[in-house]
């Protein structure tokens, strides 16, 4: 076992460093190129740069790999003041997981940081939940990071997704018909869940792209681990990679950063247009006059019909996600069943929503049955 450990030990070569990597070394002032950008988005940001504890967010892969040696970087040169703790899932969606997780946990045992880990069977989360591989993954992960930040009273969760991410991303849900808010992309902070005070924060989406990441770590002469389903085209991401981004690339070379910049653009849009349809729905559902409620209060039709159609499906939006929890698997075609019940003046009129949900017209009023026939927690 021994020799396993020491075949999977990262080698680490310090940037900036006259000592071990180990924290309390001295430091020179002088950092790498690709810590000074993560320390301005980092600023830009307005994260906490002193007396925090981090989760770092560390699969092994280039990405994350590069944000953990970067923030070390800058940690050590005293650029940050802050405590790094290195959280990994491992997932059971591959033969190699296991060494990946022995790899990281290595990684920050050489930088001197804490470690946590977990593993979870990510296929049978999918098959209980009815997702797909990918967004079961994702729940878990995120999952996983929440439960590790307030096991350990942090605020702050940083993730390495890259501008590379964010054109993927943008680019899958445009195929799938997903509005303005689908279209804005990976969010750079926000609240982990709609329930809790933790930042989930992603200082390297709005300037690094992969190629960056990959080679930060080969400047610090560290070999990040490979995930062979990254190459595996059998997966609507990996295909949007290696077809659909080349060929817009052909367009214009520039396809990544042009698809961040409309990202954040609608983002603003959708902000204000989100701002109008809360407002919409507190004068839509008239709370004053139905104190005892028990469900998800109903919106009157007259005040919906009467907005823009664009605020209107916002308002929407927020009320059954208020009323469901989340917005699990609600796509394009499910709010604008929702909204055709508006039309007329005919009630009994049902339009049903994923899960086993459904929105009834009685009379001048929309009412929510938020009940699901799923299992949602996978």
């Known amino acids: 076992m021994r020799l396993e450990l020491t075949l999977l030990r990262p080698r680490l070569t310090i940037i900036g460093m006259k000592t071990s990597p180990a924290k309390g070394t001295s430091a020179i002032s002088e950092i790498s190129d690709f810590a000074g950008r993560l320390l301005r ?31 070390d970087e800058l940690v050590n040169a005293k650029k940050l003041s802050l405590t790094l703790l290195v959280a990994h899932l491992d997932h059971s969606l591959r033969k190699a997981s296991r060494e990946d997780a022995v790899w990281v946990q290595n990684l920050a045992s050489e930088l001197g940081h804490e470690f946590v880990k977990r593993r979870t069977d990510v296929k049978k989360r999918a098959a ?24 350990n009273h942090s605020l702050l969760v940083v993730t390495a997704h890259t501008l590379d991410d964010q054109a993927e991303t943008i680019l899958l849900r445009l195929l799938r018909g997903s509005a303005a808010e689908g279209l804005s992309g990976i969010e750079p902070v926000r609240f982990i869940d709609s329930k809790s005070s933790i930042q989930l924060a992603r200082p390297l989406l709005s300037w690094a792209r992969r190629a960056d990441a990959e080679n930060y770590c080969r400047l610090r002469k560290v070999e990040f681990r490979i995930d062979e389903m990254n190459q595996d085209e059998k ?38 247009l989100s701002d109008e349809a809360t407002k919409l ?8 006059l139905l104190k005892n409620w028990g469900k998800p209060l109903p919106l009157n039709v007259d005040v919906l019909a009467s907005a823009p159609a664009a605020v209107r499906r916002r308002a929407l939006r927020q009320w059954i996600s208020q009323g469901r929890g989340d917005l699990r698997r609600l796509e394009m075609v499910h ?21 086993g ?19 949602k927690k996978g």
């Open 41 to 71: 988005s980092w600023d830009f940001l307005k994260l906490s740069t002193s007396y925090t504890q981090v989760i770092v967010a560390v699969s092994g892969g280039a990405d994350s790999t590069a944000l953990l040696l970067a923030l």
């Open 357 to 375: 949900g459904k929105v009834v017209r009685k009379r001048g009023w929309l009412e929510l049955d938020a009940r699901v026939t799923t299992n």
């Open 128 to 151: 209980r939940s009815g997702d797909n591989l990918e967004q079961s993954a994702r729940r878990a992960r995120y999952g996983f990071l929440k439960k590790i930040a307030k096991e």
């Open 335 to 355: 709010l604008v069943a929702v909204d055709r019940l508006i039309e007329g003046k005919r009630g009994g009129r049902i339009a049903e929503l994923p899960d």
């Open 281 to 288: 729905l507190r004068l839509a559902s008239h709370q004053t």
């Open 235 to 272: 997966y609507a991401r990996v295909k949007v990679r290696k077809q659909l981004l080349p060929l817009m690339q052909s367009f214009n070379n520039k396809i990544v950063l042009t698809l961040s910049r409309t990202a954040t653009l609608l983002r603003e849009d959708a902000g204000a």
